[in-house]
């Protein structure tokens, strides 16, 4: 089984930055692909990044060129730095684990991100 532990919300104002951790534990080994998801109060959840076992991103639209998606094979953490923030960006953020198969096999327990304006 993979756990995941997210990190780092928190209160910001317009144009702050805030970065976000996901540390996964367990079978890490099965592990693929990482991703940040959000959802805000009334909608559904989106997908804001991607990030494979070989390094390759992908990015909502409405996040390229804010925010980045990393991580430290270490430390087995992804990270989503987060600049530019915007209140439409005020969400709970949570990450996932998808294995080889293309399962998702964890979902972190949230972190909330609030940005005031």
């Known amino acids: 089984q993979v756990q995941l532990v997210e990190s780092g919300g928190g209160l910001v104002q317009f144009g702050g930055s805030l970065r976000l951790s996901c540390a996964a534990s367990?079978?890490?080994?099965?592990?693929?692909?990482m991703g940040w998801y959000r959802q805000a109060p009334a909608k559904q959840r989106e997908l804001v990044a991607t990030i494979t076992r070989g390094g390759n991103t992908n990015y909502a639209d409405s996040v390229k060129g804010r925010f980045t998606i990393s991580r430290d094979s270490f430390k087995n953490t992804v990270y989503l730095q987060m600049r530019s923030l915007k209140p439409e960006d005020t969400a709970n953020y949570s990450c996932?684990?998808?294995?080889?198969?293309?399962?998702?096999?964890?979902w972190g327990q949230g972190t909330q991100v609030t940005v005031s304006s």
């Open positions: 367990g079978s890490i080994f099965s592990i693929n692909v």
């Open positions: 996932n684990a998808v294995d080889t198969r293309g399962r998702i096999v964890a």
